[in-house]
Structure formats: structure tokens, C-alpha cells
């Protein structure tokens, strides 16, 4: 059985996990179709991981041909992503992938059959937010002590999280050009549609205003831990790795949960919940459903509609509990 790993192993990312030739072949074909279809950048990553996935694991068992996956692989993966725990949404999406590529190959003729139309998607359910209390946000960010570039890095990315309801693809794209120290605004550009060409409906430019702490946090960082940090290779990007090269997605879950960790937060906290918290603070303090939306960079206000739920819940317990009529 032949392997093929992907070309960025020596550009500072992690390794792509070994996969038969032919199915590394078939997966480069496919993301170039994507791409013609406009496919923003953070969407080709996420086809990128997942299939790489998915084709790691078949390569693994013995298969090295298009030909030979079938509904057994696919509901193998499954239950790998079911036994790591991971969300019925995060599962789902992995499903989406795998679908879209198997509908590609048939399409092309490079396969005559569809492994995954036996295989059933887990039900997604819309889970309320659970946001952090306003003493458990302060734990988290005070259990990084900003002493050391690394440290710096982290305490700089935890208050701009809480300060700003970020998307953590928001975040691992911001450059330095974006923060204006001067005016404490954090202007978020959706740059994959800017190398296309196109819109990207999926993300909103928008300019964000910072606190003071995360305005500290992020000039102390920029100063005294980023310079450290970088490397001759590294270009505009803000939050930086070991490496010198942009922080991924895994490298700020790791933060974060050890931050949560240090702060003694049993429960579990990533990039989703601080965004929840950012939302669920804003309107605790009286913010506007409309201003929040903004903030968030919701395109539809129902997107926004699920911290309110919470919050008039909240009001309605206080209600039943104070009010003498109640």
C-alpha cells in the first residue's frame, strides 16, 4: 500500500496524516473544485480535515482505493468521533464532508458507488448557551500569569475573547494592522472572500471596540511577547505559535482548557463559551438584542435570539422570586 503525506509538513503546520495516493490525489482534485465554486478558505480547511480524517482511517485499514471505501468506513469514522466525544454537530459536519466528496467522486466517475447513503447523521440539537458567571470570566483570565512571551500570548487572546465575542477563526485571522491601540477598535476583515474576490455571506467585516484590560493585555504582548515569538518567515498574523506561524484551532483549545483548568472551572470551557459569555454579560448589563447582533456578527438576529431566551428566563425566575404579585 502506497502513502502520500501532505506537502505543508515542512511549513511549520502539523503533518497531514498519511493517506493512499489515490485518495490523496482525489482530495486535492476535489478542494480545487471547491475553490473554483468560490469556497472561502476557512471552509477548504474544514473539508480539508475532515476528509483527511476519513481517508487516514481507511488507508489504515488496508484500503487504497477509491473503489474499496464503503458505508463500513464511513460508519467506522462515526463511532471514532462518537467515542472522542465530539458534538453531534461537529460529527454531522464531518458526515457533510464526506457526503459532498463521495457525491464529487460519483459525479467524475472516478467511483460508481455512494458509501454513505446507508449511513444516518446524528440529530443535532441547538444546546442553550452556557456562559461563564462574571467571577468564573475573572478566574479564567487572572490564571495566566502574563510573565513570558507564551504567557503574554495567552493572557492577550483570553481578554480579546472576552472583550470582543470573537469567532476563533476570527481570531487566529487577525493581524496586527487590525487592532487600533490608539482608538481600542479591532477591525475584523473577512479576508477569504478578499483573495477570491467574492462575498463571503458567512462573515461580516465589522469593527469591534475593546476594553481597557484587553487593550493592555494585547500592547504588552505586541511589545514584549510577540517580537520573541516570531521568526523570519512570520508575516502580519497576531497571535502566533511556537513556531513563529499563526496559532491553529487546536492550539487555542489547549489554552483555553488549560487556562479553565488553572482557574478551576469543572466544566467545560472553549472558544464557544466565550463568546457565550460575552453575549450573556452584554445583555445582563442592558446591552440591545440588535447592538449584541452586531457585535457578534450575527447576519440574522435569530442567530442572536438564543442568549435572549436565556436572559428573559433569568428575569422571569428574579420575577417569581421578589416581585409581591408574582
Not at 123 to 137: I, K, Q, S
Request: aromatic share 4%.
Amino acid at each position: 500500500m502506497s502513502e502520500s503525506r501532505s506537502s505543508n509538513s515542512g511549513s511549520g503546520k502539523a503533518a497531514a496524516p498519511p493517506v493512499a495516493v489515490e485518495f490523496s490525489g482525489a482530495l486535492e482534485d476535489f478542494l480545487t473544485s471547491l475553490e473554483t465554486d468560490e469556497a472561502s478558505a476557512g471552509t477548504l480547511d474544514a473539508y480539508r480535515r475532515d476528509l483527511e480524517r476519513y481517508l487516514a482511517m481507511a488507508t489504515g485499514h488496508g484500503i487504497d482505493h477509491l473503489t474499496e471505501l464503503s458505508s463500513q468506513h464511513v460508519a467506522k469514522l462515526v463511532e471514532t468521533l462518537q467515542r472522542a466525544e465530539l458534538s453531534s454537530a461537529t460529527i454531522a459536519r464531518n458526515l457533510s464532508s464526506i457526503r459532498r466528496f463521495h457525491d464529487y467522486l460519483l459525479r467524475s466517475g472516478a467511483s460508481s458507488v455512494d458509501p454513505t447513503k446507508d449511513v444516518s447523521v446524528p440529530r443535532v440539537g441547538r444546546r442553550d448557551p452556557d456562559p461563564l458567571t462574571m467571577e468564573e470570566a475573572e478566574r479564567l483570565v487572572n490564571a495566566v500569569n502574563a510573565s513570558d512571551p507564551r504567557s503574554l500570548r495567552d493572557r492577550a487572546m483570553l481578554e480579546t475573547f472576552y472583550a470582543t465575542g470573537l469567532r476563533v477563526s476570527e481570531l487566529i485571522g487577525l493581524h496586527c494592522g487590525d487592532l487600533t491601540q490608539t482608538t481600542k477598535l479591532l477591525h475584523l476583515q473577512n479576508r477569504g472572500s478578499q483573495k477570491r474576490g467574492s462575498q463571503n455571506h458567512g462573515v461580516r467585516n465589522r469593527i469591534v471596540p475593546l476594553g481597557e484590560a484587553a487593550v493592555v493585555s494585547l500592547c504588552r504582548y505586541v511589545q514584549d511577547g510577540r517580537p520573541h515569538m516570531a521568526v523570519p518567515t512570520t508575516d502580519d498574523t497576531l497571535f502566533l505559535n511556537a513556531q513563529g506561524g499563526a496559532l491553529s484551532r487546536m492550539g487555542v483549545w489547549k489554552i483555553i482548557r488549560a487556562a479553565a483548568v488553572a482557574a478551576r472551572i469543572d466544566r467545560t470551557v472553549n472558544p464557544q463559551t466565550l463568546r457565550h459569555t460575552f453575549a450573556a454579560h452584554l445583555l445582563d448589563g442592558g446591552a440591545l438584542l440588535q447592538d449584541v447582533q452586531h457585535l457578534l456578527g450575527h447576519a440574522d438576529i435569530a442567530s442572536t435570539q438564543i442568549y435572549a431566551r436565556q436572559y428573559d428566563a433569568d428575569l422571569t425566575q428574579l420575577h417569581r422570586t421578589y416581585h409581591p404579585r408574582a
